[in-house]
């Protein structure tokens, strides 16, 4: 059975996640494949996500907080539907946001990684290698040789929002249609998830730490991404989007010498090892 490591920062915890038996059949056997193939076709996708946007829907909210022991101490507590709920807003005391300017803060809930970038922009994530001119434009990634990508892996149970980590500007949303397969340690073992996934990217302009693009990656079923706005002066903690319901990913890549990264991180992720961090706290200060 496959398994993930994951760090608690504030304990140093080291939990290791072992993937449920319905992901290793979809993926460790051909039936499961079939079926998988059958479950990312477009069509099908449109039509769970207008169930998981109506009223019905809602039956499924009590048991999947059951499910992923979600506590909803901090959450908005009503909600139309199950995409709602799933995308539920948290309460501006829950995250508290690091306003120093020379600090690097998570720009979500998420098991965090960091990578540098070789010359030839190659990455192994989990068992799957992509390169970074498959996630943007080629002639862009090139500027970002040396430098570092951040990714940030959110669960079922993470809150499902995401800020913007400095003061700027964006340019506009480069949407890249792709196909869905969800965002899971066993998933990455068979498929090249970052070339296949639908995303969406732009470049934030920020103040502190150059030109970073922000990529924000969809997952199995809907992996639906929402983002507020197209060409944009952003606050450092506004909210810049959110995802509905299916795994999910956002990808930070920073040019050569602009970040320092906490240590705690880079040694964790030598390791092969996710940290957890959470929206609004430092991973890392200005260079």
């Not at 477009?42 to 999947?64: A, E, W």
């Not at 506004?238 to 970040?259: A, D, M, P, Q, R």
Request: hydrophobic share 35%; aromatic share 10%.
């Amino acid at each position: 059975m496959a398994t993930l490591k994951v760090k608690n920062r504030k304990s140093n915890e080291i939990v290791e996640i072992k993937e449920d038996k319905t992901t290793l059949f979809l993926y460790n056997t051909i039936l499961g494949r079939i079926i998988l193939k059958l479950f990312i076709l477009s069509f099908l996708s449109k039509i769970i996500g207008l169930f998981l946007d109506s009223k019905l829907s809602k039956v499924l909210i009590n048991p999947f907080i059951k499910k992923h022991n979600i506590d909803l101490n901090d959450y908005e507590k009503e909600y139309k539907n199950f995409n709602e709920f799933f995308s539920r807003k948290i309460t501006p005391k829950a995250r508290k946001i690091n306003i120093n300017k020379k600090s690097l803060i998570s720009p979500c809930d998420a098991k965090l990684t960091v990578y540098q970038i070789n010359e030839n922009s190659d990455f192994l994530i989990k068992g799957s290698y992509y390169k970074l001119e498959d996630l943007i434009e080629s002639s862009l990634a090139n500027s970002y040789i040396n430098g570092q990508i951040l990714i940030f892996r959110l669960c079922v149970d993470d809150y499902h929002r995401y800020s913007y980590i400095d003061n700027g500007y964006k340019s506009k949303n480069t949407f890249i249609k792709g196909v869905l397969h969800a965002v899971r340690p066993i998933a990455l073992s068979k498929y090249n998830i970052y070339k296949k996934n639908s995303r969406e990217w732009s470049i934030l302009h920020t103040e502190n730490f150059g030109d970073v693009i922000s990529i924000e990656v969809g997952a199995l079923l809907v992996g639906k991404i929402v983002n507020h706005h197209e060409n944009h002066k952003f606050k450092k903690g506004e909210e810049k989007g959110y995802f509905k319901f299916g795994g999910s990913t956002i990808c930070l890549v920073f040019k050569e010498n602009t970040v320092k990264i906490d240590k705690d991180i880079l040694d964790n992720s030598l390791n092969n090892i996710e940290t957890i961090v959470k929206l609004g706290e430092i991973i890392g200060k200005k260079n």
